[in-house]
Every structure is written in structure tokens, then in C-alpha cells.
């Protein structure tokens, strides 16, 4: 079986200041992990997507996360925080035998990311 | 470029009453889901498929049904609504089954059930 925990239900930031997202993951085999973005009133989109090919992910929008296997973690950041980065953030976890389509994800409960002006 | 679309967006229902929530996508995908959204719950998983004619249960399936008749199409039915079923229902698609794979999601049908 497979989990997600994201550390902070909500994160709030000064505009220009670094985003720390916290992501942490169980999985019994080599796991496929993902960053969506849920902004207001609309569906998720992905952010990046971790699939063992290297382990410093870059993204949209100037995001990027680190695969760190010792710490089963897969943190979300951006140097400089922007007011259009206010949005729901979810991280996923896909194990290599289900796969990461729409029925292979298990969802943490979602960071909502507030920027402060 | 439609993507995945949802219909409605928006829908209050009475307890008893029964309704179709409609997921429609022309990427040609073979896997589509339904997940629910509630706060603090993050999105889980209620019925998927993996093609046309086969579906299988997600982590949240009672109350809910779901048919895939055709690639495009996969409608998920409230049987008899209940207030806990008050949420915002998305619906997704993804190519492949496999683990690298992403998945696009639909814009969202906010329901209450009164």
C-alpha cells in the first residue's frame, strides 16, 4: 500500500519569498511521484512529475522538487514566490505496478498556499 | 483542445433524489476516474476504468455507479443522493496505465445534497 503525507494543511509566504512545500511518501516498491495544482474553482493540472530519470525535478511556473529516497520525501519549492501562486497543491504517489493514470494515484490532503502581499 | 468536460458544474440535489454526473474526454484515453474532493480529505479515488466495458471499484464506491460504454464517455450516477455525498466530483483521464503517466483532470461539478 501506498501513502501520502503533506506536512501543513496551509503554508503562507511573503510575495518574493522562498515556497517550501512538504511532501513525504510510503511505498513498498520504487515509487512514481507527482505535484498538481488545484487554483480556485478549477480541475488539477500537473505541476511535475518524479519518474527515476533524475532526481532534481523541474516544472511549470518555476517549481522544482527533489526525490530524496533516504528520506522518502518529495518536496515542493520556488525561489521567489509570485501572488498567481496562490493554489491548492497536492502530492501524489504512484507505485511502478499500478502506474500513475487516473486510477493508479493515492492523493495527500492537499497544501493551500497563501501569499502575502 | 476540450480536454476532460464535466457537466454540470454546479447541482443541489434532495436526499432520495437520484442524478448523472457526465465526464466526457476526446484525447482518446483508455483510463478515466472519478474521485471526490472533500476538505482536508485531499481527492479519492470512487470508480475508474481501464477501457471500454470495464470499471472497478475505487476507495470510496458505495452510493455511486458508474458504466463505460464508449472511450469518450464514463457518467457516474448517484443512486439515492445523501448529504454526505455533498462534495466536488472530478473526473480524469490518462493514456496509459503506466507509472509515469499524467493524468488530466475535468474542471469539477460542485454537488449539495439538502
Known amino acids: 500500500a501506498q501513502s501520502v503525507t503533506q506536512l501543513g494543511s496551509h503554508v503562507s509566504v511573503s510575495e518574493g519569498a522562498l515556497v517550501l512545500l512538504r511532501c513525504n511518501y510510503s511505498s513498498s516498491v520504487p515509487p512514481y511521484l507527482f505535484w498538481y495544482v488545484q487554483y480556485p474553482n478549477q480541475g488539477l493540472q500537473l505541476l511535475l512529475k518524479y519518474t527515476s530519470a533524475a532526481t532534481l525535478v523541474k516544472g511549470i511556473n518555476g517549481f522544482e522538487a527533489e526525490f530524496k529516497k533516504s528520506e522518502t520525501s518529495f518536496h515542493l519549492t520556488k525561489p521567489s514566490a509570485h501572488m498567481s501562486d496562490a493554489a491548492e497543491y497536492f502530492c501524489a504517489v504512484s507505485d511502478m505496478v499500478s502506474g500513475g493514470g487516473a486510477d493508479g494515484l493515492t492523493f495527500g490532503k492537499g497544501t493551500h498556499l497563501i501569499i502575502q502581499p | 483542445n476540450a480536454g476532460v468536460t464535466q457537466t454540470p458544474k454546479f447541482q443541489v440535489l434532495k436526499t432520495g433524489q437520484s442524478m448523472t454526473l457526465q465526464c466526457a474526454q476526446d484525447m482518446n484515453h483508455e483510463y478515466m476516474s472519478w474521485y471526490r474532493q472533500d476538505p482536508g480529505m485531499g481527492l479519492r479515488l470512487i470508480h475508474y476504468?481501464?477501457?471500454?466495458?470495464?470499471?472497478d471499484q475505487g476507495e470510496v464506491p458505495n452510493g455511486y455507479n458508474v458504466s463505460r460504454s464508449t472511450t469518450e464517455d464514463f457518467p457516474l450516477r448517484l443512486l439515492s443522493a445523501a448529504p454526505s455525498q455533498t462534495s466536488v466530483y472530478f473526473c480524469?483521464?490518462?493514456?496509459?496505465?503506466?507509472?509515469?503517466?499524467?493524468?488530466?483532470f475535468g474542471q469539477g461539478t460542485r454537488l449539495t445534497v439538502v
Open positions: 480524469a483521464s490518462s493514456y496509459s496505465i503506466k507509472g509515469n503517466t499524467e493524468a488530466f
Open positions: 476504468s481501464v477501457g471500454a466495458g470495464i470499471t
